[in-house]
Every structure is written in structure tokens, then in C-alpha cells.
């Protein structure tokens, strides 16, 4: 990788110097560069000497005044190089954090813009992170990045905020139209819709709940008690299948090889984005970080060839489908009901084959990773230090392609556990040895079944008979003495898929009973009250919102929504599947995730062509690298309204499907994207009217306009 210092030697040659010393009148700073003006006093003489000063951790070290901001770090508290990152990797840094006067954190003066504060580690880095450039003024050479500069971001912003506010007072509009149309009030009772009540209400279903599951825990103990009790007696083989966990092993090897296929779509992603730079880039503009990453890229590759490393996200997704169901369908149907479609070799072979294919693939898979981590390692390099002066198509295309890429795969590393775990080599290992023990004891051997023929052939009649009441012996042992196990096994699993049913729904009630009961209604009593009102006639009428993303289609009802308003989710073609992705629960405002919405709104918006939004970004002083935005308080046009709905589908060996619906603000209802954030739970992200704050008012964010 190319280093920063290299990278500036390399820019040096065509950048003229500029001012490389703070400036200064006479011994007297005239500005301290990355202090804010409210402390711009700790710089000023604090010795007898008017020519001298000492570091604001103690009066120990005195300097001259011309010593601050000179890209030497002297200070343990590295307090006289604010405007440098002299002090960013040095020992005295540790005592730096430490320091109640300064903190850790570069201050962008950004006149005629809003000031902000940037990490220290991205001052002198060529790249002018303040749209005033004073974090690269000290830096002694010409930056290769400048961006817009502050005037230019002011009205950017003003536009920004201009098209935001038009934007509200649309939405604001539909909404006050929508209650017209549905007969709202703005003085619905605020006591039908109370917190208190709602509170309750739900602590009652709590209890309700607690009770009966209870009592269906009492029945599926003596269920299970009676069923393995009589299992034990007539079938001792299928009442040690019955201890293998099989559901567990199953599960293992389900969420095993998502992340198997998982590292196979990562290697094809981002082999996929390193050809077509390899393919489309323009060597002979001599970007040295680009020429060279692609000739690893290439020696990397052919390495994989030779090494005959392929991926195949796709075969992994159907292996893993075909693994789950030989363990929940194939394997119990053999111990079941003593049969097979297969010879016993044939189901023996394949017990042992499919642990070895699975104990094999897992740890193939952290080969794949390795050459992953090498070739991000090179589009890390190209996105952090290309020449982006050279303008190359291909290049910005493979930069773009690989920060979406990072989006998606960012968390694995080199050093994500591709091991099988130890339970699940420990369940494999007990799997394959009692069908190898036990799968002989009640399958027909493959020699008797090819003698069959000849067996009959010399016992004449008896031998057809006797092998007529051997063939027909399980079916009369299926009706007598096994019929009573059936019926116990159907109670005992009935009993269980009914305890499961509601140990889901109580730890529902419960989280959400801990959520009303640790976060205070972050939108007021009156708007909730507004809304659900509104919910509730728009559902009477069986108002849906429906659009097609990725192939599928999706419809958000309201239909009835404290009864019957429903997500579902269908394949976008003739007679495609349709899955129930939950039912409507509750209505409530999030704050924190308005915030990350409405963020990523505007880097949507009106990223694309600005670093604008870049420079919305700033530290918070004192706050342990917490990141806020300076935009004034328009992310309160939302009012951060959240659907939840649940109870859906249940997923395979999985819970049962279910989602969050966040509404931003908009005059049209529209759904705008899904994420699946965890195993069958979706977030949706929808516009609308009701997401519009009716009591928001602008409050700008404070522009450096002084001289």
C-alpha cells in the first residue's frame, strides 16, 4: 500500500509550496488555526515574558510563541499543535485526551459556511476536509483534493434546505387533507389513546399470556413424558433418534453455510469490480497506486486459478437448501418409517459423504476469505489514494462499485471464524454414527435385496408366503401396537408448536412492554393519537401501499390494523410465492432512527454530485468520537413515525417473519427500499404523510458569517 508521506513526495513535485508556518505579527499570533475563537485566549502569552508561553496542561514547558503550530509536537498535551497533526501519533497523545482544555478534535473555522470539528488524524492528509482548507494550510504543500469551498457550500445548503422545506409543506398539506378526507380531528381525545392505558392493557395480555403458556407447558411436559416413555419400549432405536438434537444439527449447518455462500458472493463481488477495472482502466495516465494494485490483482488471480479456488454463491444457497432437508426430511423418514427409497449402501455412503462435504466446504471457505482479504486489500489501497485528478472512468466506477461492495461485506475479515464449530462437528459425529450403527437394523441389506428373486424362485410357495408376512409384519405392527405411539407423538407435537407459538408472542409483549416502559414517547400524546385515529379509518377502508422492488412485490396494508392490517411479499410474476411477512401491532416515534433516515436521505439526495453532506458531519468536542449533524434541526420535519408488524410466516428452522415500517415524510406514499436486518426481520422504509411533523418549525444551523 502506498503510505501518506509517500504519496505527498510523489505530490511535491507539481504542487507549489504554500504557507508552511503559522501566521504570526511580530512574537503575537494573529490566529491560532484549529481553535475555535471562543479559545482562542489560551494562546495568547500566559508567561512574563510577552514572547513565550507554556503548555496548558502546566506551566513546566515554556516555549516561544512562534513554537505553536510548527508541525513539532512539544507539549505533553500536545496543546501547541492544534493546527497540526504533529501530535497525532506521538506518545504524548495519551496525555492530549486527558486534557479539559483541549480536545481531541481539529476546529474548521469555515467562514461563510457552519463551523465544524474534523479528527486530528485527517489534518495534513492532502485532502482539504474544512471547506476553508485551514486543516491543510500548515501542511507546507498544495492539497490534491480541495472540494467546494464554504461559499459555494452555503448555497448549496440553501438550496438543500429550500427543496426540504417545500418537500415538508407538501407532505404537511396531504397530511391535513388526508384527515379532511377521513374525517380526523385535531382534537381527538387524547385519554382514548393514553400511554397509561395502552400500558395496561398490554400488561394484562402479559399476564394473559404468562398463564396460558403455563398450562400448555404442563401438557406438552406429560405429552412429551407419555410419547418417549412408550417410544422407549417399542422402538428403542427411533427413541435414540429422537436425542440426536437433529433440529439443532440442522440449524447449525443452516446458518453454517449462509456464511459459506456469504463468502462466496463476497469473493465473486469483488473479483467481478477488480476485472472490469483490470479490463476498462487507463494505464498509460500513469497513476502509479492504480498500475500497480492492478498488476497484484492480476498476479493474485492467476495464484487462485492455479490454486483452483472457486466460488459459487448460488450451489452453496442449493446445498444448503438440499443439506437441511436430507437432515429434517430424508434421515427421519428412514427411522420413521423404516424405509428408504435407497439402498442401504447408498444411505450409508451418503451419511458419510455429506459430513465430510460439510466439514470440508466450511474450512475450504476460509481459503476464499484469504484471497477476499487480498483483494480488498488492493481496492483499499486504489479508493484511499488513487490520483482523482486523472479523472479515470473506470477507476471512479471500481471506487464506487467497491464502497457499495464494503456496504454489504464490509464485516468480514481475514479473521471471521471460518471453522466448523465444535457442536456441530460433535452432532455431525453422532448423526453419521448412528445411521452407520442402526440404518442396517431396520433397511433390508443390499445382498438380500438382489437374492430376492432367486430366494423365492427355490422356496417355491412357502418361501413367497414367508416373505409376504415378513413384508406385511410392519404394517400390522403400524396399526396395533404402534397406533397408540402415533397418537401420542401428534399430542406431543402439537403441544410443543403450541408452546413455541406462544413463547414468540410473549417475548414480543415483553420487549415491547420494557420499551414503553424505558422511553418516553418521543412524539407527542396528540399526534399519536392523530395518527392512530387516521390508521385506523384508512384501514377500514382497506388502504394498501404496494410497489415492486428486486423482482418482488410488496403491499403494506392498513386494512383493520389492530386486527388485520398485514405485510406480504410476493414474487412478481404469474403464480409467484407469496409470503406473509407479519400482521399490524403498534404504532410508537423513534427518534434515532428518524435521525439515521433522514440522514441517509440527504447522502441520497444530494450526495451525489456535492460533498456537501461530508461536510454536515461534525465531532462533537468532548465526546468520545461520537459523529452529530449540523444541519439545524431539519431531520424534524419526520416525526419519526414506526409500524411495527408481526406474526408472520414462519421461517424455515427460523422465527416467524416480521418488520419495521419507518414513514418519512412525503406528499405520496411510496415504498422506497427493504432490508432484511436480521434472519426474517425487514425493515421497510417508506414515504408518506403520516411520517410529516405537524408542529415542526425551522431552526437553521448557525452560519459563520462574521469577517
Partial sequence: MVSTSLLFLLVIEQA????????????????????P??????????????????????????????QINDGVCDCPDGSDEPGTAACE??????????????????????????SRYIRISEVADGICDCCDCSD??????????????????????????????????????????????????????????????????????????SNKLAKEKTKLYQARRNYFGQLEIQDPILYRFEQLNISVLASEVYSSFAMVSLVSKSYEDIVKILNELSEGY????????????????????????????????AIDEEQRENLCLFFTKEVPKIFLERKSEHSLRYVIGK??????????????????LEYVSEFRSVMDDISRNYNVNFQDAAVKAAVDSYNHYLSEHGTLTKETNMRPSAILLELL???????????????????????????DHHNGTFGGLRNW????????????????????????????AAVAQLDIKLEFKKAYQKILHDTPSEGNDATAAELTELLKRMGSQSYCIEDVLDSYSYKICLQKPMVEGTICQSEDKSGGKKVLIGHFKTLGFDADLNMNKYVEHLKATYGESSDLTSNLASMREGDDKAQYYIFGNLNELNNGLVLQYEDGDQCWNGPRRSATVFVRCSDTFKIRSVHEVTKCNYIFDVTGPMGCNKTFEYEPPKFNLGN
Fill in 136 to 209: 491543510e494550510m500548515l501542511s507546507g504543500y498544495k492539497p490534491f483534493d480541495v472540494g467546494s469551498d464554504c461559499s459555494q457550500l452555503k448555497n448549496e445548503f440553501d438550496a438543500m434546505a429550500s427543496a426540504e422545506l417545500l418537500s415538508y409543506q407538501k407532505g404537511k398539506m396531504a397530511l391535513n387533507a388526508l384527515e379532511k378526507k377521513y374525517g380526523v380531528k385535531e382534537d381527538v381525545s387524547v385519554s382514548e389513546f393514553s400511554t397509561e392505558k395502552d400500558k395496561q392493557q398490554l400488561s394484562d395480555k402479559i399476564t394473559s399470556l
Fill in 351 to 368: 451419511s458419510n459423504f455429506v459430513q465430510a462435504l460439510i466439514v470440508g466446504k466450511i474450512n475450504y471457505t476460509k481459503d476464499i
Fill in 37 to 66: 475563537r471562543e479559545k482562542q485566549h489560551l494562546y495568547a502569552s500566559n508567561e512574563p515574558d510577552l514572547t513565550k508561553w507554556h503548555c496548558l496542561s502546566g506551566d513546566n514547558i515554556v516555549l516561544n510563541l512562534n
Fill in 429 to 455: 459425529n453422532e448423526m453419521t454414527s448412528f445411521v452407520n450403527e442402526n440404518a442396517p437394523k431396520i433397511l433390508p441389506s443390499d445382498t438380500a435385496e438382489s437374492d430376492q428373486g432367486a430366494n
Fill in 89 to 114: 501519533d506521538d506518545v504524548f497523545q495519551k496525555v492530549a485526551e486527558q486534557s479539559s482544555e483541549m480536545g481531541k478534535y481539529f476546529f474548521c473555522d469555515n467562514k461563510n459556511f457552519i
Fill in 469 to 496: 408376512l415378513w413384508a406385511g409384519l410392519p404394517k400390522i405392527d403400524l396399526f396395533s401396537s404402534r397406533a397408540n405411539l402415533i397418537t401420542l407423538e401428534k399430542q406431543f407435537r402439537s403441544y410443543e
Fill in 16 to 35: 507549489p509550496l504554500v504557507l508552511t508556518l503559522q501566521p504570526f505579527l511580530g512574537n503575537k499570533p494573529e490566529y491560532i488555526i484549529g481553535v
Fill in 282 to 313: 487507463e494505464s498509460s495516465l500513469n497513476d502509479k497506486v492504480v498500475n500497480d494494485n492492478v498488476k497484484k490483482f492480476r498476479k493474485l488471480k492467476r495464484q487462485a486459478e492455479r490454486a483452483k479456488i472457486t466460488a459459487d454463491s
